[in-house]
């Protein structure tokens, strides 16, 4: 090439790096990580929490999470219920507008629900909505869709009618599989009514371009009817899923929000970052599930040992960082409605006593040194960090009782779906993020009759039954009496091994005011601001 | 040269539906589906999503219905990012998997071959040295290095770019990608320039010009260069097609809305269409690309011209 072709391309390139100029934007943006790219922008197809963000700042359901994660009131202003716990009627809100000015009508919640429930519709999350009376029947094909327990009363009342009482329904009602959609858009544009352009949302902001794996931007919905109080002009969320990637964007200051990162660097952050560098724990249990159909983990004394034998300060600490915590209880704390969960017995103890007794379990049970050799397998999904415990936990159980401990290792998809059709294991790893406040999401997991989730296939009619009666109890407190008791069966047998409590890692630039940590993850951007 | 186009292309097809059968079948032999990833679902849901899907159809009947939309330009819906066709999902990120690969390619190749003839120029100088250990640096040391060193020197400590993203597709959202995706392939292009400009040089026709006392300039480019490039065009196929669709590992390190991850992410998430969508891309333009080397090297050879 000549030498003069080359000063010329040197000259362009150092010419285009010069020519960027920031240009100064009177408006307030937020730029918001978002972990990855939503896989749909349809409520009714929603089935992951990146999801759940872009979709709660566009649309707002009946009842909605206020800033510290509390429930208050969202499109519908007031409720009332009925004295037989199962009619909800709500009234909504006089100037509740959809983005394109019509209003938001209690027919268009009727409609929405209903969509959900359509089997046609094949919603990942319907059974969100299954303690509304005949939602299940509807959705597995057995009734008909009109015979949904939801009216429009008139344009602004709505009522909705439940198979039984159930205390956390409104919990579900700020689920995002719940928030409405606009009847007449739907109708008229069919399945393009979630493109930029042609959507409409209830919520604070509204859908301005959406270019896959790069970004998607929102901007203030002027016909909200809170939209006075809305500080933000727009929101960019990046979905980027690489997490190293994401930390370099805020690093270089192109974002003010970063969701979830590494928690091997969250030393490293804290010392350049300090308070911007949030563990925020969640209402999420990281746990070890045991095959009680297989020997020796038929036997409770075993997975009582076992469980015990598991150093959890070590994995808190030496693995995770300190973004998650030891955990002795399959339900989080952070539940208003529950308190305190009912932890093993042997949580006060140390962990040099919890392996003595351990040990003695083990003999008691034939097992171990001098008993019947232990051969354990783990099954855990693909991953550096669950790979990292399972090591960790291999050397414990090998170290306390001799164990010949293997893994096996499969990418989520294949894991998960190994353990839901009922293959038969040892030691699985699992993760149950709450879908609602409430500790009966995570308790029913081991219902005898729960064939998905029970994946240890925990079989014990004491607990079954003291789960059915807490669903039919009205009183809040006698629930959570029957809920603590059904917990307390639950770490006495020990069917899964509850180690962590996970925690969610945040970014929070100090650009950034409004924000606040809470256990249900909820973080409306129209609660936010930002300073130049 | 017509007809040898027109041969090409026809044996193209037969290829492609070669390709696209083996990739069905393999894509199904991975255990899990679509649907179960994040949290597994109740029975009844997945029967739901089953049919909506048609996924609960015979496998043969299945791969009929695909092959007979396929060929009408109907590559179905992505069964995961669910608001989009697969057609869509490609045509919107092609564009900026091929501009930047653009780019890559056209860094690897004029800063390749500019480098390796020199080398060759100067061979066995300090500059040859310096120049091939550059290269070997760049073929040894992984792009998924390069890019985030590049973007911790200019991005955060200087600020001088931009750390990611497209952005308003100005030429700096550009250039760091750029250079992480090129490098590896420069390092190539210089190694395969050296080599057989070395060789070209040591030709009669050469020592001839030489003789006639041309200029060197001219001995170089004009004559010498044209043999030279030769294995230069063989590699050319292959690097371009890669590079045009998309690195996925350059793509998600710098966060750049293109293809190259949607086939790494789909053959990860089970989503069997996006996968065989991006299965046919690629083998599209590796058929072109091949086709156009092809032809290049009847310019630069005549000797190939007339067989």
């Known amino acids: 090439m000549s030498s003069r072709l080359l000063k010329l391309s040197a000259a362009a390139l150092l010419g285009s790096v010069l020519f960027a100029s920031a240009p100064a934007f009177a408006e307030a943006v937020l730029h918001r990580g978002n972990a990855g790219e939503p896989q749909t922008l349809d409520q009714a197809q929603t089935s992951i929490n990146i999801e759940a963000f872009i979709l709660k700042d566009l649309y707002e359901g009946l009842t909605i999470y206020d800033a510290a994660g509390k429930i208050i009131p969202g499109a519908a202003e007031s409720w009332t219920l009925s004295d037989d716990g199962v009619t909800y009627t709500f009234k909504l809100r006089e100037n509740a507008k959809w983005s394109d000015g019509t209003p938001v009508t209690a027919q268009d919640f009727e409609f929405s629900f209903k969509r959900v429930e359509d089997p046609k519709t094949a919603a990942k999350y319907a059974n969100i909505l299954y303690p509304i009376k005949n939602a299940e029947a509807i959705n597995n094909g057995k009734a008909e869709v009109a015979t949904l327990g939801v009216k429009a009363v008139d344009d602004k009342t709505f009522q909705i009618t439940l198979e039984r009482p159930t205390p956390f329904f409104l919990e579900l009602l700020a689920h995002q599989t719940a928030l409405p959609v606009s009847k007449a858009s739907v109708e008229k544009n069919g399945a393009d009514f979630v493109k930029p352009g042609v959507m409409v949302s209830n919520g604070a902001f509204k859908l301005v371009s959406h270019v896959p794996n790069d970004s998607l931007v929102v901007e203030k919905n002027e016909n909200h009817w809170d939209a006075a109080n809305t500080k933000l002009d727009k929101v960019i969320f990046y979905p980027i899923d690489d997490q190293a990637a994401s930390v370099r964007r805020f690093e270089a200051k192109e974002m003010d929000l970063v969701f979830n990162f590494s928690a091997d660097q969250i030393e490293r952050l804290r010392g350049a970052y300090k308070d911007q560098v949030h563990v925020s724990p969640t209402l999420a249990t990281y746990y070890y599930a045991f095959d009680s159909s297989q020997a020796p983990y038929d036997d409770v004394r075993v997975r009582n040992a076992l469980s015990m034998a598991v150093d959890r300060d070590f994995l808190a600490k030496e693995i995770y960082s300190g973004s998650q915590i030891p955990a002795y209880s399959l339900v989080p704390p952070g539940i208003a409605s529950y308190g305190e969960p009912s932890k093993a017995s042997f949580a006060e103890m140390s962990q040099l006593d919890r392996e003595d007794k351990a040990l003695e379990l083990m003999k008691e049970a034939g097992y171990g040194e001098g008993g019947k050799p232990l051969e354990i397998e783990i099954r855990y999904n693909t991953n550096p960090n669950h790979e990292r415990v399972a090591t960790a936990v291999a050397d414990m159980w090998k170290n306390t009782f001799n164990a010949k401990v293997t893994m096996t290792n499969l990418d989520v998809s294949s894991h998960y779906a190994y353990l839901q059709e009922g293959g038969k294991f040892n030691v699985a790893r699992a993760g149950w993020v709450a879908d609602y406040a409430d500790a009966e999401n995570f308790l029913a997991l081991n219902l005898s009759t729960n064939k998905t989730f029970n994946y240890g296939k925990y079989n014990n009619p004491e607990f079954d039954a003291l789960m059915q009666k807490s669903y039919a109890e009205e009183n809040p407190e006698a629930r959570s009496k029957l809920l603590h008791e059904a917990e307390a069966l639950l770490s006495r047998d020990q069917p899964v091994a509850p180690l962590l409590t996970q925690a969610d890692l945040w970014l929070v630039s100090n650009r950034v005011s409004g924000w606040e940590d809470n256990a249900a993850n909820e973080h409306l951007s129209r609660f936010l601001s930002v300073s130049e | ?307």
């Open chain 2, 1 to 307: 040269m017509l007809a040898f186009v027109l041969r090409r292309l026809a044996s193209a097809v037969p290829t492609l539906f070669i390709v696209v059968t083996i990739s069905f079948f393999l894509m199904r032999f991975a255990p899990g589906g679509p649907f179960n990833l994040e949290r597994p679902l109740p029975p009844a849901t997945m029967e739901n999503i089953m049919r909506t899907y048609q996924l609960d159809q015979p496998l043969w009947r299945q791969y009929v219905t695909y092959i007979s939309n396929a060929v009408q330009g109907d590559f179905g819906p992505s069964y995961i990012y669910k608001d989009n066709t697969v057609a869509e999902l490609i045509g919107k990120g092609l564009p900026y998997s091929m501009e930047l690969g653009f780019f890559a390619l056209l860094l690897a190749l004029v800063g390749g071959v500019t480098l390796g003839t020199i080398a060759a120029l100067r061979q066995n100088s300090a500059l040859d040295f310096s120049i091939m250990s550059l290269a070997t640096v760049g073929t040894t040391i992984p792009n998924f290095v390069v890019g985030p060193v590049l973007t911790l020197i200019f991005a955060i400590v200087l600020s001088l770019l931009p750390a990611g993203g497209w952005g308003d597709g100005s030429f700096r959202y550009l250039l760091l990608p750029m250079i992480a995706l090129a490098l590896p392939q420069l390092a190539v292009f210089a190694r395969l320039t050296r080599g057989s400009m070395i060789e070209a040089l040591h030709a009669d026709h050469i020592r001839t010009a030489r003789a006639y006392g041309l200029p060197p300039r001219i001995v170089v480019i004009t004559h010498a260069m044209r043999g030279a490039l030769l294995p230069v065009v063989s590699y050319l196929a292959p690097c371009a097609a890669a590079l045009m669709t998309g690195s996925a590992v350059v793509e998600t390190i710098f966060t750049i809305p293109g293809i190259g991850r949607y086939f790494v992410l789909g053959a990860l998430n089970r989503d069997y269409t996006l996968v065989m969508g991006t299965v046919v891309l690629i083998a599209i333009f590796v058929i072109v690309f091949n086709l156009v080397v092809d032809l290049i090297y009847g310019l630069l050879d005549p000797r190939v011209r007339h067989d």
